[in-house]
Nanobody, 118 residues
């Protein structure tokens, strides 16, 4: 049994910053790609940023230059540093990971809410 648990969401004013964390636990062999997705009310879930095991990153155009994804393989944890937040960033943020147990399965976290409002 594998779990992804996100933390760090909350209410922040426009221009502010937050750091999200997602820790994987359970019977883990190896964690490959990890990523953050978000879903705003009435919209489809979209990719925000992804990172490979070796640290190669990709970002959605809307967050480039403002968000930074990183990971700590020793802690089975992925982070998302979000700067210069604006109301359009308001959404539920979900962690995602490809994990072998040893079977390769894609897992989702339960989500953490980020609200950007004055």
């Amino acid at each position: 049994q594998v779990q992804l648990v996100e933390s760090g969401g909350g209410l922040v004013q426009p221009g502010g910053s937050l750091r999200l964390s997602c820790a994987a636990s359970g019977s883990i062999f190896t964690i490959y790609n990890m990523g953050w997705y978000r879903q705003a009310p009435g919209k489809q879930r979209e990719v925000v940023a992804t990172i490979t095991r070796r640290g190669t990153t990709n970002y959605a155009d809307s967050v480039k230059g403002r968000f930074t994804i990183s990971r700590d393989n020793a802690k089975n944890t992925v982070y998302l540093r979000m700067n210069s937040l604006n109301p359009e960033d308001t959404a539920a943020y979900y962690c995602n990971a490809d994990i072998t147990t040893p079977t390769l399965i894609n897992y989702w976290g339960q989500g953490t809410q980020v609200t950007v409002s004055s």
